[in-house]
């Protein structure tokens, strides 16, 4: 598997990946009672990725450059989903939007600025 995709299974533990791709195009994460953690500071996407997710008792932190655009569309039961990039003098690239799809029941998906 080539660093464009991920899949990822955190169960009672952790996984960590660092994303280096130029191109990545898509990811599937899988926790349950575990915590997944995806840093995109030295990746790229072009238009539209889906990074899909599914959660029981979990946590996602997602570090994302703050000009992309990510876009939550979580099915959520009990779930927190936490945008803390926000910087109003960052232009937003519609050219790069990462999707987030998938169901959480009594999760938490954060997304960071890659300075974190």
């Not at 990545?24 to 995806?38: C, E, H, S």
């Not at 570090?63 to 989903?81: C, G, Q």
């Not at 936490?82 to 990462?98: F, G, Q």
């Not at 999707?99 to 890659?114: H, K, M, P, Q, S």
Request: aromatic fraction near 8%; charge should be neutral; include cysteine.
């Amino acid at each position: 598997m080539t660093d464009n995709y991920i899949n990822t299974t955190a169960i009672f533990g952790e996984v960590k990946k660092k994303i280096l791709s130029k191109d990545f195009k898509f990811g599937q994460l899988t926790n349950v009672f575990g915590r997944t953690t995806v840093d995109f500071s030295n990746a790229d996407i072009n238009g539209v990725v889906i990074l899909d997710s599914t959660q029981l008792f979990g946590e996602i932190r997602i570090k994302a450059p703050a000009n992309w655009h990510v876009v939550p569309e979580v099915t959520n039961i009990f779930v927190v989903v936490d945008d803390k990039r926000r910087n109003p003098t960052i232009n937003i690239d519609n050219n790069k939007t990462l999707i987030l799809r998938g169901v959480g029941i009594f999760a938490t998906i954060n997304i960071i600025d890659c300075l974190n």
